[in-house]
């Protein structure tokens, strides 16, 4: 089962996103699939996971994408956040880890894919300034590319 934790936007929040991403070429991620991952566990067992995202001890959070940016490695457009959730972050590696998943070495971006397969966009407009509030976090499976949400955390006030 390949799982992963993530941030799911508010309905009205993701198709501001998936409408801007609109003004440029590639394959625009669906409203419905924009999201913030927190954590990819790949096949992972389904119980230790849980467990995991239980213990998650952070505070809600406010997140703001603030620039937008082009990947041409892997030829996407990013929304990105310059200040990441990084108390939920760290909460949910540190509990991932002492349940033993390993977890990418790389620092984590806060980042969400709006455009795939995209062609060097030049001047990108401004992202849209919406409000992303975020007081939960959930753990979804992943099957190609349906995602089916099977655990959901709620974040302390």
Avoid at 17 to 46: N, Y
Avoid at 139 to 152: D, H, M, N, Q, T
């Amino acid at each position: 089962m390949r799982l992963f934790f993530a941030a799911w936007p508010p309905p009205r929040t993701a198709a501001a996103l998936h409408e801007w991403s609109k003004a440029l070429r590639g394959r625009a991620t669906p409203a419905e699939k924009i999201h913030l991952t927190l954590a990819f566990l790949g096949e992972a067992d389904l119980e230790k996971a849980t467990a995991a995202g239980r213990a998650v001890r952070a505070r809600r959070l406010e997140l703001l994408l603030d620039e937008a940016r082009y990947v041409k490695r892997n030829e996407m457009v990013w929304a990105v956040a310059r200040e990441a959730p990084m108390q939920l972050v760290e909460s949910l590696h540190a509990n991932l880890a002492g349940a033993g998943f390993v977890l990418e070495t790389r620092p984590y971006a806060a980042h969400v894919t709006l455009l795939r397969k995209a062609p060097a966009p030049g001047a990108m407009p401004a992202l849209p300034r919406v409000a992303w509030p975020v007081d939960e976090f959930l753990l979804v499976r992943s099957a190609g590319s349906k995602y089916e949400p099977v655990a959901r955390f709620p974040l302390s006030k």
